[in-house]
C-alpha cells in the first residue's frame, strides 16, 4: 500500500480467532512469533542455569530429574537447591518486565520505568528500615518492601496528579522522589552497625542466591492475579495512547485504567524487589526490546513480561559462567548491561529530537 506521499506503509499481520461461544481474539502474527520464540528462549536457558554449578548436570539429565527420573541426589540439587533459584529469577524478571511496560505505556515515555521513577528506591527503603531498624527476617523484609514501594507509588501519584496524572509530570515527580529515597537509603545505610549495613547492601545489590521456596509462593501467587489483570486492560492502556480525551469519548475509564494498572506495577515491582533485592534496568530494558522486536506501537504487556524473564535468568547464567567461583550478582550484570543501554537510549532520543 502507499499514502497520499506516495510512500509505502507497512501492513501489520493479524488473525482473528473465534471460539465456538462467539468470542473472538485478534492477534499480531509477529508478536506471537515473538512471545513463542521468548518462552522457548527462557525454558532453555532456565534447562541450561539448573544444570550450571559446582555439581554440573547435562541438559538431557536436568529434564528427567523435573519430570522426577532423576537420581536422590540430582532430585536434591534440582528440585531443592537450584529449581527455586530460577523460578525466582523468572518470575522477578517477568514482574519486572511487566511493571516496567506499565509505567512506559502511562508515562507515554520510554524512561518511564520503575527505576528512574524511584518505585525500586522505594522498596529498598522499605526493607532497609526493617533490616536497619529491627534487625528482621526475611518475611520483615518482604513486607517491608512491600510497603516502602507502595507509599512511594503514592507520593508520586498524590504529587503528579493535577486533574489527572500525565507522563512528564510523572516521569519529572518520579526523578524527584528518586533522589529525595536514595538520599535517605544512603543515611538509613549511615546509622546501621556493621552486620546490619553489610548485610543491607548485599540485598542492595540485587541477587538470587539463596533463594528457596520462600521466595517463590508469595510471588507466584501476586503474578497469579495481577498479570491476568493488567493483561485485560491491555486494550484500554493502548486506547489511552491518543489522549485522555479521545479514550473517554471511547468509553474507557482513564482514571480509573490509569491507577489500577499503576497499582498493579507498583505491586509488581515491589514484590520483585522483595524477592531478589532491586534488580536494576530490567524493567527499563526489557518493555524497549520487545517493542523492537515486535515492531508494535503498543503496550506490548505480553512481549515485555517474557522479555524480562529471558533477561534474568540470561543474565544469571552468564554471572555464573563469565565469574565462576567469584560470580557477580545477578544485579551487577543487568546494571552494567542496562547502563549501556540507557547511554545508547538517551543517544538515540536525542538524536530523533525527542529530548
Given at each position: 500500500m502507499k499514502n497520499a506521499a506516495g510512500e509505502k506503509s507497512a501492513v501489520r499481520k493479524?488473525?482473528?480467532?473465534?471460539?465456538?461461544?462467539?468470542?473472538?481474539?485478534?492477534?499480531?502474527?509477529?508478536?506471537l512469533v515473538v512471545v513463542t520464540a521468548l518462552l522457548l528462549t527462557a525454558c532453555a536457558a532456565?534447562?541450561?542455569?539448573?544444570?550450571?554449578?559446582?555439581?554440573?548436570?547435562?541438559?538431557?539429565?536436568?529434564?528427567?530429574?523435573?519430570a522426577g527420573n532423576g537420581?536422590?541426589?540430582?532430585?536434591?540439587?534440582?528440585?531443592?537447591?537450584?529449581?527455586?533459584?530460577?523460578?525466582?529469577?523468572?518470575?522477578?524478571?517477568?514482574?519486572?518486565?511487566?511493571?516496567g511496560a506499565l509505567f512506559q505505556a502511562i508515562s507515554r515515555n520510554p524512561l518511564g520505568s520503575p527505576d528512574v521513577l524511584g518505585l525500586s528506591q522505594g522498596a529498598t527503603s522499605g526493607a532497609l528500615v526493617?533490616?536497619?531498624?529491627?534487625?528482621?527476617?526475611?518475611?520483615?523484609?518482604?513486607f517491608g518492601a512491600l510497603a516502602g514501594g507502595l507509599l512511594t507509588g503514592l507520593a508520586i501519584?498524590?504529587?503528579?496528579?493535577?486533574?489527572?496524572?500525565?507522563?512528564?509530570?510523572?516521569?519529572?515527580?518520579?526523578?524527584?522522589?528518586?533522589?529525595?529515597?536514595?538520599?535517605?537509603?544512603?543515611?538509613?545505610?549511615?546509622?546501621?552497625?556493621?552486620?546490619?549495613?553489610?548485610?543491607?547492601?548485599?540485598?542492595?545489590?540485587?541477587?538470587?542466591?539463596?533463594?528457596d521456596w520462600n521466595q517463590v509462593w508469595p510471588l507466584l501467587a501476586l503474578c497469579a492475579v495481577l498479570v491476568p489483570l493488567s493483561l485485560a486492560n491491555a486494550r484500554g492502556l493502548r486506547m489511552m495512547e491518543m489522549g485522555d480525551d479521545v479514550s473517554n469519548a471511547l468509553g474507557v475509564r482513564v482514571e480509573r485504567v490509569r491507577l489500577?494498572?499503576?497499582?498493579?506495577?507498583?505491586?509488581?515491582?515491589?514484590?520483585?524487589?522483595?524477592?531478589?533485592?532491586?534488580?536494576?534496568?530490567?524493567?527499563?530494558?526489557?518493555?524497549?526490546?520487545?517493542?523492537?522486536?515486535t515492531r508494535s506501537p503498543g503496550p506490548n504487556l505480553l512481549p515485555s513480561l517474557c522479555m524480562g524473564a529471558t533477561l534474568l535468568v540470561t543474565a544469571d547464567w552468564a554471572s555464573q559462567r563469565a565469574f565462576g567461583a567469584d560470580q557477580l550478582p545477578v544485579?551487577?550484570?543487568?546494571?552494567?548491561?542496562?547502563?549501556v543501554y540507557l547511554l545508547w537510549l538517551l543517544v538515540t532520543e536525542r538524536r530523533a529530537g525527542r529530548i
Amino acid at each position: 500500500m502507499k499514502n497520499a506521499a506516495g510512500e509505502k506503509s507497512a501492513v501489520r499481520k493479524t488473525r482473528t480467532l473465534r471460539t465456538p461461544g462467539g468470542l473472538s481474539l485478534r492477534t499480531d502474527t509477529r508478536a506471537l512469533v515473538v512471545v513463542t520464540a521468548l518462552l522457548l528462549t527462557a525454558c532453555a536457558a532456565s534447562v541450561v542455569l539448573i544444570g550450571t554449578g559446582d555439581f554440573p548436570i547435562s541438559f538431557g539429565d536436568v529434564l528427567k530429574t523435573l519430570a522426577g527420573n532423576g537420581t536422590a541426589g540430582q532430585d536434591f540439587i534440582v528440585n531443592e537447591l537450584r529449581l527455586p533459584r530460577v523460578l525466582v529469577g523468572l518470575l522477578v524478571g517477568a514482574s519486572l518486565g511487566l511493571g516496567g511496560a506499565l509505567f512506559q505505556a502511562i508515562s507515554r515515555n520510554p524512561l518511564g520505568s520503575p527505576d528512574v521513577l524511584g518505585l525500586s528506591q522505594g522498596a529498598t527503603s522499605g526493607a532497609l528500615v526493617v533490616i536497619v531498624l529491627t534487625s528482621g527476617g526475611a518475611t520483615q523484609v518482604t513486607f517491608g518492601a512491600l510497603a516502602g514501594g507502595l507509599l512511594t507509588g503514592l507520593a508520586i501519584y498524590l504529587l503528579a496528579w493535577k486533574q489527572g496524572v500525565h507522563g512528564y509530570r510523572l516521569v519529572l515527580v518520579g526523578i524527584g522522589v528518586s533522589a529525595v529515597v536514595t538520599a535517605v537509603n544512603g543515611y538509613l545505610l549511615t546509622k546501621a552497625d556493621f552486620v546490619d549495613a553489610t548485610r543491607a547492601v548485599v540485598w542492595m545489590t540485587g541477587s538470587l542466591n539463596g533463594r528457596d521456596w520462600n521466595q517463590v509462593w508469595p510471588l507466584l501467587a501476586l503474578c497469579a492475579v495481577l498479570v491476568p489483570l493488567s493483561l485485560a486492560n491491555a486494550r484500554g492502556l493502548r486506547m489511552m495512547e491518543m489522549g485522555d480525551d479521545v479514550s473517554n469519548a471511547l468509553g474507557v475509564r482513564v482514571e480509573r485504567v490509569r491507577l489500577l494498572l499503576m497499582v498493579s506495577a507498583v505491586l509488581l515491582t515491589a514484590a520483585a524487589t522483595a524477592a531478589a533485592g532491586p534488580v536494576s534496568f530490567v524493567a527499563l530494558t526489557a518493555p524497549q526490546l520487545a517493542r523492537r522486536l515486535t515492531r508494535s506501537p503498543g503496550p506490548n504487556l505480553l512481549p515485555s513480561l517474557c522479555m524480562g524473564a529471558t533477561l534474568l535468568v540470561t543474565a544469571d547464567w552468564a554471572s555464573q559462567r563469565a565469574f565462576g567461583a567469584d560470580q557477580l550478582p545477578v544485579g551487577v550484570v543487568t546494571g552494567v548491561l542496562g547502563g549501556v543501554y540507557l547511554l545508547w537510549l538517551l543517544v538515540t532520543e536525542r538524536r530523533a529530537g525527542r529530548i
